[in-house]
C-alpha cells in the first residue's frame, strides 16, 4: 500500500484499506461526528464507505491529498480509533489539515496527537510554511484542540456545506505559521 505511516507515541496513520469500511460507515455515519464534518453523509452505509476508500486507494500519488486512518498502536495491533487527513482545496492554497475521532476514544487526546503528527508531516515532507484548519462554531472541542497545536484565528468565517446536517453551518478558520515556530 502507498502513501505514508506515521507513528506517534499512541497512534499509527495509515491509508485506508478495504477492511476499513465497515468501521468508518459505523463511526464516521454517527450523527454526532457527521454534523462536524463537512463530506461525511448521515447515515453512512457500508457501500458508500467502500467506496470512499476505493476512490482514495485510485487516487494515491505524491502529489494527492492524504487521508489517514488512525489506529491505536495497542500490545494487540489496535483498532481504528478515528481519521485524520493533510489536504488541499486548491492548488494554490495553503494545506489544511482536518480529523475526526470515534466517540468511544473521546476525552483521551488522540485528536491533540494526529493534529500534532499532520503538522510535523505538513512541514518536513510537504514543505507547508504554513497549515490551516477549521471547526464549525458550534463545534468549541476541536477549536481548543487547534489552539493546543498552536493555531490561531484568522478573524475570518465562511458558511459551509455539511453532508451530514444536509445545510449550512458557520465554520471558523484557523491558521498555524510554520515558519515562526
Known amino acids: 500500500m502507498m502513501g505514508p505511516r506515521i507513528e506517534t507515541?499512541?497512534?499509527?496513520?495509515?491509508?485506508?484499506?478495504?477492511s476499513d469500511a465497515p468501521d468508518i460507515a459505523r463511526y464516521a455515519g454517527d450523527y454526532d461526528i457527521a454534523k462536524m464534518t463537512m463530506l461525511i453523509p448521515h447515515p453512512y452505509p457500508e457501500p458508500a464507505?467502500?467506496?470512499?476508500?476505493?476512490?482514495?486507494?485510485?487516487?494515491?500519488?505524491?502529489?494527492?491529498?492524504?487521508?489517514?486512518?488512525?489506529?491505536?498502536?495497542?500490545v494487540d495491533g489496535g483498532e481504528m480509533c478515528g481519521m485524520a487527513g493533510v489536504f488541499k482545496r486548491s492548488p494554490e492554497a495553503d494545506w489544511e489539515i482536518g480529523y475526526w475521532i470515534a466517540k468511544p476514544f473521546w476525552g483521551r487526546g488522540l485528536a491533540t496527537e494526529a493534529g500534532q503528527?499532520?503538522?510535523?508531516?505538513?512541514?518536513d515532507e510537504l514543505a507547508a510554511q504554513a497549515v490551516t484548519a477549521g471547526h464549525y462554531d458550534d463545534n468549541p472541542t476541536s477549536g481548543?484542540?487547534?489552539?493546543?497545536?498552536?493555531?490561531?484565528?484568522?478573524?475570518?468565517?465562511?458558511?459551509?456545506?455539511?453532508?451530514?446536517?444536509?445545510?449550512?453551518?458557520?465554520?471558523?478558520?484557523?491558521?498555524l505559521d510554520l515558519a515562526a515556530t
Open 49 to 74: 464507505a467502500e467506496m470512499w476508500v476505493l476512490m482514495r486507494l485510485a487516487g494515491w500519488d505524491k502529489t494527492a491529498n492524504r487521508h489517514l486512518i488512525l489506529q491505536t498502536r495497542d
Open 117 to 123: 503528527a499532520l503538522i510535523d508531516y505538513a512541514r
Open 9 to 18: 507515541t499512541r497512534l499509527l496513520l495509515r491509508p485506508p484499506e478495504m
Open 144 to 175: 481548543r484542540v487547534l489552539e493546543k497545536l498552536g493555531f490561531r484565528y484568522t478573524g475570518e468565517a465562511c458558511e459551509q456545506f455539511c453532508l451530514g446536517r444536509l445545510a449550512r453551518a458557520n465554520c471558523l478558520d484557523m491558521k
